[in-house]
């Protein structure tokens, strides 16, 4: 039987076997594929972020997805009020991020150090330029590890990859020209609704400042879907 995972916007299917032996292209090639059915996420959380010598910043957090075989759409809203609209593209991996209404203009998600391309991890499909040594991540997951080359936003980006399960745990982003990461992202909290795999835990590090996203695993919604499309862009307050 064949199982999906959602990560946060990012479907996947779950791996069994030798990965590590699967040349370097093809397996990051199968880490940024969807699956061939289409799925839905409406996942209600928590946004807190902590900065140095700052009260911690607590946000009610909204993110919808409807993930089809060839593209992603999402929603994402911050307190009800700052949303922005994502599309990619499966093939290409280009990531359209739209603020809806004035949202680019309070950016509250970028004072946290959340960009909102972080939930359909665009950054996976960014040029492959090698692969590193293998690790484990947390002393107990084998990933294999590559470095990837964003040439739009001049970074370089090293990516975890489970080993077994060819599924994204963690990267860390280096901007041209420095050896000392600005910011991190990691994974995690796997949790599992109606045969499908989401991650209920996003954990984002920057120079002072540590931003985590919990999502209420009872109220998400997720699914494949059905003969209807359920709505999953909401209106923000006024």
Known sequence: MRKYWIVIGVLM????GMAEEIPMEKFVAMARRSNQEATYAKLYGTLQHRRKDKPTLTIPVYFGTIIHPDRTLGQLIL???????LSQ???????????????????RLGYVGVRASDLVMSFLFCKVEKELDG??????????VFLLDDSENREKVKVWISSEHVF????????????KRFRSLEAGAL????DLYYVRRLRLEGPGWITRIDFDAERAEVN???????????????
């Open 13 to 16: 299917l779950f791996i069994q």
């Open 79 to 85: 307190d009800g009020k700052e949303g922005y609209i």
């Open 89 to 107: 593209a499966q093939g290409s991996g280009l990531t359209s991020i739209k603020p809806i209404a004035d949202s680019a203009r309070e950016d």
């Open 135 to 144: 690790e484990l991540l947390r002393n107990m997951i084998p990933c294999r």
């Open 168 to 179: 994204p745990l963690k990267a860390e982003f280096y901007r041209y020209g420095e050896n």
């Open 191 to 194: 949790t599992k609704k109606n």
């Open 224 to 238: 494949k879907l059905g003969s209807s499309t359920p709505n999953i862009m909401l209106p923000l307050k006024k």
